[in-house]
Nanobody, 122 residues
Framework: QVQLVESGGGLVQPGGSLRLSCAASGIMFRINAMNWYRQAPEQQRERVAS???????NYADSVKGRFTISRDNAKKTVYLQMNSLKAEDTAIYYCSADVRRTVRDQYDIRYWGQGTQVTVSS
């Protein structure tokens, strides 16, 4: 079974920074895309950023220029550096990973972390 564990959330003032981490563990052949999503109260979950195994990135328009996604494949970890945080960034942040469990599998399974709360407030 694959598990994802997020860390790094907390309370920060507007304009501040936080760095989220998400580490994958378990038996797997390969991790393809890794993603960060967020869900604010009474809103749908939205994708924040994605990164492929080769390092190509993609961001939601609302975070471009402020957030940076990166990954360490050896550590099976994805990061989200969040700068210039705004009140509207307040949400539970979830990571996900598209995992190829064995070399024989022809499809990925998406696993999710439990979420970490980010609160931006003065």
């Amino acid at each position: 079974q694959v598990q994802l564990v997020e860390s790094g959330g907390g309370l920060v003032q507007p304009g501040g920074s936080l760095r989220l981490s998400c580490a994958a563990s378990g038996i797997m052949f390969r991790i393809n895309a890794m993603n960060w999503y967020r869900q604010a109260p009474e809103q749908q979950r939205e994708r924040v950023a994605s990164i492929t195994s080769g390092g190509s990135t993609n961001y939601a328009d609302s975070v471009k220029g402020r957030f940076t996604i990166s990954r360490d494949n050896a550590k099976k970890t994805v990061y989200l550096q969040m700068n210039s945080l705004k009140a509207e960034d307040t949400a539970i942040y979830y990571c996900s990973a598209d995992v190829r469990r064995t070399v024989r599998d022809q499809y990925d399974i998406r696993y999710w972390g439990q979420g970490t709360q980010v609160t931006v407030s003065s």
